[in-house]
């Protein structure tokens, strides 16, 4: 792209040979940047002075950006975000920013722009967690929060959250991030222990999540290996596995939308153990499944 991009500007001798992308006005690039990706346009800031001034515009930056965008800057320090310009905020924001003490993060997506979420295992209400006979905090950095819930073992198994934001309108998807097995390094390696593991694969637990408008969805699954999942040769044990909820559709981010989620295995005919729970995502669901399939980083 560089080369055929040169060629416009040089002849085949180097030197300047009728219009070129240099004599492009400032404005008419903007309007192009308002097309593009936050990582398309600053690659092609690096053409020339044109392309750079367009690719630091407000206008092209404010564009990029999700209408409620200063309900995300609400929960920055104002220090932190006065007299920046629209592509610093947009910087800044595709950074995880914390609320709630830390326990939720909220993101712009790098190349869309859109909101994201997550929410960590110490800002949902788990069954049993102050009893260190059923649950242990789990230091790690396999988490974004650097910590995750680990079972040893119970017979009312619960985790429940809420959440209320002002997401913008979009289709979101809701998934519980879960692993089976304790994990730790040994020698520099990864590696998984199932010695508390048991009980998942009897009956399947429920997830669950409602919204404030009414929208409804639940889901059920088997957290360990059935005698399927061996035939398929799927493996669950030692892995981190995003199980999706459903999906809610937010048609404006006025009234602040909440969220109420669980994962549930209540009946006490049998125990079960050997669980992390790390947190609940809630991202745009095309965007999920473009970054499932690769499309996206």
């Not at 809610?248 to 992390?276: A, M, W, Y």
Request: with cysteine; hydrophobic share 35%; aromatic share 10%.
């Amino acid at each position: 792209m560089g080369a055929s991009l040169s060629n416009l500007t040089e002849g085949s001798n180097g030197t300047a040979m009728g219009p070129g992308l240099g004599d492009i006005p400032e404005s008419c690039v903007a309007c192009v940047f308002t097309y593009l990706t936050p990582p398309e346009i600053c690659n092609l800031a690096r053409l020339n002075r044109a392309f750079r001034g367009a690719a630091s515009s407000d206008s092209v930056w404010e564009m990029k950006l999700p209408s409620n965008y200063q309900d995300l800057l609400d929960l920055v320090p104002p220090e932190r975000y006065q007299n920046l310009s629209k592509k610093d905020i947009f910087a800044l924001l595709s950074r995880p920013v914390p609320f709630d003490d830390g326990n939720k993060e909220v993101w712009l997506d790098r190349v869309t722009g859109r909101v994201c979420m997550a929410i960590s295992a110490k800002g949902m209400a788990i069954t049993g967690i102050d009893d260190r006979r059923y649950w242990n905090w789990v230091s790690t950095e396999e988490s974004r929060f650097h910590t995750v819930a680990y079972l040893q073992q119970i017979w009312w198994f619960e985790v429940d959250g809420v959440v209320k934001f002002p997401l913008p309108a979009d289709i979101y998807t809701l998934s519980f991030r879960l692993h089976l097995g304790r994990f730790s390094k040994r020698l520099g390696r990864r590696v998984s222990g199932f010695e508390h593991t048991h009980g998942w694969d009897i009956k399947p637990v429920t997830f669950e999540l409602s919204t404030c408008d009414g929208q409804l969805a639940s889901c059920e699954h088997y957290l360990d290996d059935t005698e399927q999942d061996y035939d398929n040769g799927n493996h669950k044990r030692g892995c981190w596995i995003d199980y999706k909820v459903g999906e809610f559709i937010v048609n404006d981010s006025e009234p602040v939308t909440e969220v109420r989620f669980s994962v549930k295995q209540i009946d006490c005919t049998h125990s079960k153990g050997g669980l992390c729970v790390d947190s609940v995502f809630i991202i745009p669901t095309d965007l999920k499944e473009r970054k499932r399939k690769g499309m996206l980083k």
